[in-house]
């Protein structure tokens, strides 16, 4: 079973909307689409069966010593698929799977297609790659200016960067926290230059703070700390953006042998106060 994660995503409602599916959820298939054949593979454990017809459609690949490719798999599949026999409806392989879900011969090829296709055999790999978390967000909860969502494993990295690279001159954030205590939280935090400004690309370690009254990190573009000294190591990274900078504030960026500051970064993105911390585990 997954750990979820606890997302809070901040942007102006009308830059957010078109995110909306039609019962006002964040979708994050509007964000990134997620191929529909993934919609018609299910979850099956695989038969000997099903074993023996993907090892035949590989044993007949290479007797017609090609290499699979995006370019040739649909081809392949139909020349297989007759040689078989098979009459099935469709003028490509996604065609066929959709118009015949039970087929065992096309379930059986549907893994080898979306791992030549697609890079990932199921839906919750391609997901976790090109969404960065394996399913939709879920038990939304949508105010005027936020989103809370849940997510599996992690924060959904790729969908906030697509957001952003959309709508470059919105100001946008998302906290998050695991369910597990002491990992896996933070705050993604992006500013705007302003219209018709641009910037050189780049990454750079930087010290910020994180205001819990606020939800926000100390951060201004202006005069913002990138020097490292001995009393200040970087815990942050700023991303330069072509049109704005991101600020990425997470356990992942401070000291990892620091364990009381991930502990304590953890306690307040979970909602915890900074003097309940210290009234708990003392200021040291």
Same mark, same amino acid.
């Given at each position: ?10 942007? =102006? ?19 990134? !689409?997620?191929?529909? @054949? ?38 392949? @599949? ?22 015949? !879900?039970? =087929? ?31 399913? =939709? ?22 969908? @906030?960067?697509? @957001? ?12 998050? =926290? ?36 606020n939800l926000k990190v100390n951060y201004d573009p202006d005069n913002y700390k990138i020097m ?40 307040l993105f979970a909602g915890g106060e900074e003097d309940e911390w210290d009234e708990i585990y003392?200021?040291?």
């Amino acid at each position: 079973m997954a750990n979820y994660v606890f997302n809070y995503l901040y942007m =102006n409602e009308g830059a957010m909307k078109k995110y909306f599916n039609e019962e006002g959820e964040l979708d994050f298939n509007k964000v990134i !689409p997620k191929p529909e @054949i993934f919609s018609h593979i299910k979850f099956q454990l695989f038969s000997q069966k099903t074993w023996e017809i993907e090892a035949k459609f590989m044993n007949f690949v290479i007797h017609k010593e090609k290499n699979l490719e995006k370019e040739n798999i649909n081809e392949l @599949i139909m020349l297989f698929l007759n040689k078989l026999g098979e009459k099935l409806e469709g003028k490509n392989f996604e065609e066929i799977l959709k118009n015949n !879900p039970e =087929n065992e011969t096309a379930l059986a090829l549907a893994p080898v297609y979306c791992e030549t296709f697609y890079g990932k055999t199921n839906a919750a790999y391609w997901c976790a790659e090109n969404w960065g978390t394996k399913w =939709n967000a879920s038990d939304q909860y949508r105010c005027e200016d936020y989103v809370e969502f849940t997510t599996a494993w992690s924060m959904p990295d790729k969908i @906030i960067e697509k @957001i952003i690279e959309e709508n470059p001159n919105e100001p946008l954030k998302i906290l998050f =926290n695991d369910e597990v205590l002491g990992e896996n939280c933070g705050i993604w935090q992006y500013f705007p230059l302003g219209e018709g400004k641009v910037q050189e690309t780049g990454t750079d370690k930087i010290f910020v703070s994180y205001s819990p009254d606020n939800l926000k990190v100390n951060y201004d573009p202006d005069n913002y700390k990138i020097m490292v000294n001995k009393n200040e190591e970087p815990n942050a990274l700023k991303i330069r953006l072509p049109y704005g900078d991101l600020i990425i504030y997470t356990d992942a960026t401070d000291n990892p042998n620091n364990e009381i500051e991930k502990n304590k970064k953890w306690f307040l993105f979970a909602g915890g106060e900074e003097d309940e911390w210290d009234e708990i585990y003392g200021e040291d």
